[in-house]
């Protein structure tokens, strides 16, 4: 297993400034040209720039980096959890390391038992979660919708992230009020800024917006929603249709 | 206790249509909807009691009656901007809202080892003055809710003390925007360190009198002992942190345990006791703003001159504030230098001030010990100069989920007094 | 001059406007209606620092039935709104409201989904108090213009025309900040 591993390594080691390329350009356009500009306004030559965003993350082992006292327990964290999913192991799609934090980006089908596990488990005892926090990627194709989920231990002071994902056209997401009874009213804030349905929660509706309000208006095609302000004949536009620089 | 089917709805409509009701059938039972405009719920928060005589039998919470949409409409403003809007969030707490949001773009920016070290020190010590102003506030809105209105008179009056030093550093009583990325606003106004002071040898005195008009009061000890009980366990599967964790016997606090802003090196105890009950609370509220003393007094003992924004003339704003004759605002040096001296000060004053720094594209949570709880914020960068998105975990919002464990069973009075030593604000509830 | 002369020592004359405008505005009694940061500050002024007491309005009513000012202090949500305007109708005649601080009389930086942009959209404002919040010394005054607004209203059919003339005024008037092309 070791030495497949190894050789898997040395492999992409061998590659990588294609593996790189090859990520560069996985990475999502963000923007093209210089100025953003849609009509034929940019003269600057820049034209065909394409700005990308990041490509997906995807750390190696080891993720503890000795010079960054933060990452300390990361390694062991990573095998404990490994040993304790046994065979659902797969559940993991893949983990990243970055800035002295922790996440694993976690299948939604598998999430309810990782979760349980990550309470139960001795060597974790992630006793506390702070909540769910929705991100809607529009662009991400497939997994737009993004529920990412914070856990922390008293017992062995540490902290991780635990992220999964849904598609727009299926936003479902399974609950974990029953193990984190906490998450109650934080799900049913993502499901009513985001859309996201968390299969299994005791009564998902509407928290923070009237019960009859449509569309989830945290998400990145709901406008704004400002009304223009008129003050003395003139018209403040909303924020989101007022000039801005990129 | 009996509890029967029917019950009376009085949660509005016509007040002829309840009475009738009650007169027509045996029902014991009363909805009751207290909220959201009702003087004992701390703001716009909706209480949705059902009662069997005096006794409430169910307990529901309906909230945001406040929501602000502050975390989208962040996401239309720079990384510096952001702070003016996160301030807003939990009004009590603003320095705790604007430290958290601080150094989870520190984090993203991967500067967080390069804030000065008087700047740390003087947002420890501003976040424990504001940690006794909103204990200070929990006091008051609680004596004035069980109807103490000597309680919240004094409460009011010496968070007056403190928000006077808020004033001095950062020209507002409340909603700062003193805390940004990489540092704090502006230095501290001469004078400040005495005014401190001043507060240093005044505060004890004053809460020795808090204490002596309710440590030992029977009227009080009747109103919060055994009341709202929470046991820790019940504290920990409903994510409870903060003064109510304290109060049921766990002394977890983020400040020792993941040190942020230099706490590691600032001597103090965290409080505890095990009553769980609404006077534990109290007790330990109390004893945090002793010890938030303690804190400020080594603050002042620390602070050595430096610079108090980053040195990354990328991020830290250019100017350098100064009082002019109308106002606050760029200092004449300053003026001076990008309109005739360089071009290029002028052109990277604009595009600092207009456009804001970016921020690597990745995600970061921070978390700090505010005067509530945890309060977390979790920010996400797609590389711009305008956040992709921020969430923030609010200690009240997670708490007033407890509001049913703690007052069902009880009567309706100690439902008051339940909410109340939960200290929740709306701000930072509804965001 | 006339009916003045002939009166004895101690008496004063003035108009049933101006008695009514006095026992009006002597002793007001606001509604709560905290909201937001500025009900912090409104809680202030009802401190002892500042102590609305001395303007004869400490008494801060919980119900809205017994009370005659409103003191919008906040942001006010659409969900919110229904309520405001609920309690505004609850309050007996007659009866005036202060917008306290940027949100409540305009949306202030909230210009959102999620905040109605400025309380003037569900109920009539007497008052538009500025500020981020307003310093309690700015609700001081407000409250004060407001007392000589009560003071010096008119009555009955004095009072009509009043607001018939006030609105010509206001057709007539011209915007002077900028074009209306």
């Given at each position: 297993?070791?030495?497949?591993?190894?050789?898997?390594?040395?492999?992409?080691?061998?590659?990588?400034?294609?593996?790189?390329?090859?990520?560069?350009?996985?990475?999502?356009?963000?923007?093209?040209?210089?100025?953003?500009?849609?009509?034929?306004?940019?003269?600057?030559?820049?034209?065909?720039?394409?700005?990308?965003?990041?490509?997906?993350?995807?750390?190696?082992?080891?993720?503890?980096?000795?010079?960054?006292?933060?990452?300390?327990?990361?390694?062991?964290?990573?095998?404990?959890?490994?040993?304790?999913?046994?065979?659902?192991?797969?559940?993991?799609?893949?983990?990243?390391?970055?800035?002295?934090?922790?996440?694993?980006?976690?299948?939604?089908?598998?999430?309810?038992?990782?979760?349980?596990?990550?309470?139960?488990?001795?060597?974790?005892?992630?006793?506390?979660?702070?909540?769910?926090?929705?991100?809607?990627?529009?662009?991400?194709?497939?997994?737009?919708?993004?529920?990412?989920?914070?856990?922390?231990?008293?017992?062995?002071?540490?902290?991780?992230?635990?992220?999964?994902?849904?598609?727009?056209?299926?936003?479902?997401?399974?609950?974990?009020?029953?193990?984190?009874?906490?998450?109650?009213?934080?799900?049913?804030?993502?499901?009513?800024?985001?859309?996201?349905?968390?299969?299994?929660?005791?009564?998902?509706?509407?928290?923070?917006?009237?019960?009859?309000?449509?569309?989830?208006?945290?998400?990145?095609?709901?406008?704004?929603?400002?009304?223009?302000?008129?003050?003395?004949?003139?018209?403040?536009?909303?924020?989101?249709?007022?000039?801005?620089?990129? | 206790?009996?509890?029967?089917?029917?019950?009376?709805?009085?949660?509005?409509?016509?007040?002829?249509?309840?009475?009738?009701?009650?007169?027509?059938?045996?029902?014991?039972?009363?909805?009751?909807?207290?909220?959201?405009?009702?003087?004992?719920?701390?703001?716009?928060?909706?209480?949705?009691?059902?009662?069997?005589?005096?006794?409430?039998?169910?307990?529901?919470?309906?909230?945001?009656?406040?929501?602000?949409?502050?975390?989208?409409?962040?996401?239309?403003?720079?990384?510096?901007?952001?702070?003016?809007?996160?301030?807003?969030?939990?009004?009590?707490?603003?320095?705790?809202?604007?430290?958290?949001?601080?150094?989870?773009?520190?984090?993203?920016?991967?500067?967080?080892?390069?804030?000065?070290?008087?700047?740390?020190?003087?947002?420890?010590?501003?976040?424990?003055?504001n940690r006794m102003a909103s204990h200070f506030v929990a006091m008051a809105t609680f004596g004035m809710e069980l109807g103490a209105t000597?309680?919240?008179?004094?409460?009011?009056?010496?968070?007056?003390?403190?928000?006077?030093?808020?004033?001095?550093?950062?020209?507002?009583?409340?909603?700062?925007?003193?805390?940004?990325?990489?540092?704090?606003?502006?230095?501290?106004?001469?004078?400040?360190?005495?005014?401190?002071?001043?507060?240093?040898?005044?505060?004890?005195?004053?809460?020795?009198?808090?204490?002596?008009?309710?440590?030992?009061?029977?009227?009080?000890?009747?109103?919060?002992?055994?009341?709202?009980?929470?046991?820790?366990?019940?504290?920990?599967?409903?994510?409870?942190?903060?003064?109510?964790?304290?109060?049921?016997?766990?002394?977890?606090?983020?400040?020792?345990?993941?040190?942020?802003?230099?706490?590691?090196?600032?001597?103090?105890?965290?409080?505890?006791?095990?009553?769980?009950?609404?006077?534990?609370?109290?007790?330990?509220?109390?004893?945090?703003?002793?010890?938030?003393?303690?804190?400020?007094?080594?603050?002042?003992?620390?602070?050595?001159?430096?610079?108090?924004?980053?040195?990354?003339?990328?991020?830290?704003?250019?100017?350098?504030?100064?009082?002019?004759?109308?106002?606050?605002?760029?200092?004449?040096?300053?003026?001076?230098?990008?309109?005739?001296?360089?071009?290029?000060?002028?052109?990277?004053?604009?595009?600092?001030?207009?456009?804001?720094?970016?921020?690597?594209?990745?995600?970061?949570?921070?978390?700090?010990?505010?005067?509530?709880?945890?309060?977390?914020?979790?920010?996400?960068?797609?590389?711009?100069?305008?956040?992709?998105?921020?969430?923030?975990?609010?200690?009240?919002?997670?708490?007033?989920?407890?509001?049913?464990?703690?007052?069902?069973?009880?009567?309706?009075?100690?439902?008051?007094?339940?909410?109340?030593?939960?200290?929740?604000?709306?701000?930072?509830?509804?965001? | 001059?006339?009916?003045?002369?002939?009166?004895?020592?101690?008496?004063?004359?003035?108009?049933?406007?101006?008695?009514?405008?006095?026992?009006?505005?002597?002793?007001?009694?606001?509604?709560?209606?905290?909201?937001?940061?500025?009900?912090?500050?409104?809680?202030?002024?009802?401190?002892?620092?500042?102590?609305?007491?001395?303007?004869?309005?400490?008494?801060?009513?919980?119900?809205?039935?017994?009370?005659?000012?409103?003191?919008?202090?906040?942001?006010?949500?659409?969900?919110?709104?229904?309520?405001?305007?609920?309690?505004?109708?609850?309050?007996?005649?007659?009866?005036?409201?202060?917008?306290?601080?940027?949100?409540?009389?305009?949306?202030?930086?909230?210009?959102?989904?999620?905040?109605?942009?400025?309380?003037?959209?569900?109920?009539?404002?007497?008052?538009?108090?500025?500020?981020?919040?307003?310093?309690?010394?700015?609700?001081?005054?407000?409250?004060?213009?407001?007392?000589?607004?009560?003071?010096?209203?008119?009555?009955?059919?004095?009072?009509?025309?009043?607001?018939?003339?006030?609105?010509?005024?206001?057709?007539?008037?011209?915007?002077?900040?900028?074009?209306?092309?």
């Amino acid at each position: 297993m070791s030495t497949d591993n190894e050789r898997e390594r040395d492999e992409e080691a061998a590659n990588l400034p294609e593996k790189q390329g090859r990520e560069r350009l996985a990475a999502p356009v963000r923007r093209t040209g210089m100025f953003g500009a849609t009509t034929t306004g940019d003269t600057s030559g820049f034209g065909g720039l394409q700005v990308r965003g990041s490509a997906p993350a995807h750390s190696q082992r080891p993720f503890t980096d000795p010079d960054d006292p933060r990452t300390a327990d990361f390694d062991r964290v990573a095998d404990d959890l490994e040993a304790a999913l046994g065979e659902d192991a797969g559940a993991v799609e893949r983990v990243e390391a970055a800035r002295g934090e922790l996440t694993f980006h976690v299948r939604r089908e598998a999430l309810l038992e990782l979760v349980r596990v990550l309470r139960d488990d001795p060597s974790l005892r992630y006793e506390l979660c702070t909540g769910v926090a929705g991100v809607h990627f529009p662009d991400d194709a497939g997994r737009e919708l993004h529920a990412v989920y914070h856990f922390r231990s008293l017992t062995h002071n540490s902290e991780i992230r635990v992220t999964t994902t849904c598609p727009d056209a299926d936003p479902h997401v399974p609950s974990i009020v029953s193990v984190y009874p906490t998450n109650d009213w934080h799900e049913r804030e993502a499901w009513d800024f985001f859309g996201l349905v968390f299969d299994g929660h005791p009564a998902l509706t509407r928290i923070q917006m009237p019960d009859d309000w449509h569309g989830h208006p945290q998400r990145k095609d709901y406008p704004l929603g400002g009304i223009p302000v008129e003050y003395r004949g003139a018209t403040v536009p909303p924020p989101d249709e007022r000039r801005s620089y990129q | 206790m009996t509890v029967t089917e029917d019950y009376i709805d009085a949660s509005g409509g016509d007040w002829d249509d309840v009475i009738e009701k009650a007169q027509a059938t045996s029902a014991e039972r009363l909805v009751v909807n207290m909220g959201p405009q009702h003087p004992s719920t701390h703001g716009v928060l909706r209480l949705i009691l059902t009662l069997d005589g005096e006794t409430c039998t169910e307990a529901r919470v309906g909230i945001g009656y406040l929501h602000t949409g502050i975390e989208k409409n962040l996401e239309y403003r720079t990384w510096t901007q952001g702070t003016t809007f996160v301030t807003r969030m939990d009004y009590l707490t603003p320095l705790f809202n604007e430290t958290a949001y601080c150094l989870a773009v520190e984090n993203l920016l991967d500067i967080t080892d390069r804030v000065p070290e008087r700047a740390n020190v003087i947002r420890v010590m501003m976040m424990e003055l504001n940690r006794m102003a909103s204990h200070f506030v929990a006091m008051a809105t609680f004596g004035m809710e069980l109807g103490a209105t000597t309680v919240m008179t004094n409460g009011f009056r010496e968070r007056e003390m403190i928000l006077d030093i808020f004033e001095l550093v950062t020209g507002l009583r409340m909603n700062h925007a003193y805390i940004r990325p990489g540092g704090v606003s502006q230095d501290l106004p001469p004078g400040t360190v005495g005014k401190v002071r001043e507060l240093l040898k005044e505060m004890p005195k004053r809460i020795g009198t808090m204490r002596k008009l309710l440590d030992e009061n029977p009227v009080y000890l009747a109103r919060t002992r055994d009341v709202a009980h929470l046991s820790l366990s019940g504290c920990m599967a409903l994510g409870i942190t903060g003064p109510l964790l304290r109060a049921s016997g766990l002394a977890w606090d983020l400040r020792k345990a993941k040190p942020y802003c230099g706490y590691e090196d600032y001597e103090f105890d965290v409080p505890v006791s095990d009553g769980g009950d609404v006077y534990a609370r109290y007790r330990v509220r109390m004893a945090e703003m002793e010890e938030s003393l303690k804190i400020v007094e080594q603050c002042l003992d620390r602070l050595r001159p430096g610079p108090v924004m980053i040195k990354d003339a990328k991020i830290g704003w250019p100017a350098k504030l100064a009082l002019g004759p109308d106002g606050l605002g760029n200092s004449p040096d300053h003026i001076a230098h990008i309109m005739s001296g360089s071009m290029e000060a002028l052109i990277h004053h604009f595009k600092l001030v207009t456009e804001g720094f970016r921020v690597p594209a990745g995600q970061a949570y921070a978390a700090v010990e505010s005067a509530k709880g945890e309060l977390g914020c979790y920010a996400v960068s797609d590389g711009g100069t305008r956040p992709y998105r921020v969430h923030f975990r609010d200690p009240s919002f997670t708490h007033l989920q407890a509001v049913a464990a703690m007052c069902e069973g009880g009567t309706v009075a100690d439902v008051i007094a339940a909410v109340a030593s939960i200290d929740p604000v709306m701000g930072g509830v509804d965001r | 001059m006339g009916l003045e002369e002939k009166l004895p020592n101690g008496v004063v004359l003035t108009t049933v406007e101006q008695v009514v405008g006095l026992a009006r505005k002597s002793s007001m009694w606001p509604a709560t209606f905290g909201l937001a940061c500025c009900a912090i500050e409104m809680m202030s002024v009802g401190g002892p620092h500042y102590d609305l007491a001395r303007f004869g309005m400490e008494k801060f009513g919980a119900t809205p039935r017994q009370a005659d000012l409103m003191i919008v202090a906040g942001r006010v949500s659409q969900k919110m709104a229904p309520v405001l305007r609920q309690i505004y109708d609850q309050m007996p005649e007659p009866k005036w409201v202060i917008a306290m601080g940027v949100c409540a009389s305009s949306g202030g930086m909230f210009n959102n989904y999620a905040i109605v942009q400025g309380v003037d959209h569900i109920v009539p404002v007497d008052m538009y108090l500025p500020g981020c919040p307003p310093r309690p010394e700015m609700l001081l005054d407000a409250v004060l213009k407001l007392h000589d607004k009560v003071q010096n209203t008119k009555l009955g059919a004095h009072r009509e025309q009043e607001i018939t003339e006030n609105e010509e005024r206001m057709l007539r008037r011209s915007l002077p900040l900028v074009s209306k092309d």
